[in-house]
């Protein structure tokens, strides 16, 4: 009778205990993810990021520079424009910093350049020189650094924005060929301020690590051109308007925030 009383005593206990402990479990997750750190994009970061642009640069007066050069000012009558189109790969590397409030939005500030090696070249005539004499007009974009200000909409470890700023394009222009027979090299080199804009959406993926994709245009406007020839040592100008479109992938390192 003794056991038969001390079996249901012990049954007794263990059912308030883990009553007490089922009705205690609740509270205990639901504190935990209440404490749990919010993600946010408060930050500042490294990164680097590679793609692909084009340039759409606009070449007025390849014809005159060289005919004028030879025949002297005022030869040539009208103008030549000679519009082309680079391609290629772009290489580069971003520093930032971003700061998230009210509370899904972000403002932030943005440092990058990227080198590339897209180039064009195309034949244009020289109807004051011997039949079927040329000058072929190549054109290629280095360098293109940028600083901007983006601002953007977060949704936890996703964020589409848009961004802005000046940016700066490093070009290099040549008129090749031969006229009257005689070779001519003409070569200059252009560094202009512009403007840029673009928009993407970047996505926090693991810890302190983000990627993103991107589109960007950039605006240079019209700009003359000192062109030199070490052959014949004359020198002159072409006009040139410049625009780039890019596409590229980036990826981000956050040194500050809770990622």
């Not at 692909?52 to 025949?71: H, K, M, N, R």
């Not at 009558?77 to 772009?90: C, K, P, Q, S």
Request: glycine residues 14%; contains cysteine; aromatic residues 10%.
């Amino acid at each position: 009778m003794k056991r038969l009383m001390l079996v249901g005593a012990a049954v007794s206990s263990l059912s308030i205990a883990g009553a007490a402990l089922a009705a205690d479990l609740p509270m205990n997750v639901n504190k935990a993810i209440a404490t749990a750190p919010a993600f946010t994009w408060t930050s500042c970061y490294l990164g680097a990021h590679a793609g692909g642009a084009f340039a759409s640069p606009a070449v007025t007066d390849p014809v005159q520079l060289v005919q004028d050069s030879f025949l002297g000012p005022g030869t040539t009558i009208g103008t030549t424009t000679v519009a082309l189109r680079e391609t290629g790969v772009v290489v580069g590397g971003q520093i930032g910093c971003d700061y998230q409030f009210a509370p899904s939005w972000v403002i932030g500030i943005e440092g990058a350049a990227s080198g590339s090696n897209m180039k064009d070249s195309t034949n244009v005539g020289l109807p004051l020189g011997a039949p079927g004499e040329t000058a072929l007009v190549t054109t290629k974009t280095d360098f293109l650094p940028s600083v901007t200000a983006r601002f953007g909409y977060a949704v936890d470890r996703w964020l589409l924005y848009v961004k802005g700023g000046a940016a700066l394009a490093g070009d290099a222009y040549s008129v090749t060929g031969t006229f009257t027979g005689l070779p001519f090299d003409f070569e200059g080199l252009d560094s202009r301020i512009g403007w840029t804009a673009g928009g993407g959406v970047e996505w926090a993926f693991s810890g302190s690590w983000s990627a993103k994709i991107e589109y960007d245009y950039y605006g240079f406007g019209r700009n003359n051109v000192l062109m030199s020839d070490s052959i014949n040592t004359f020198s002159g100008s072409v006009n040139v308007k410049q625009s780039v479109q890019m596409v590229k992938l980036g990826l981000n390192f956050h040194v500050w925030g809770d990622q």
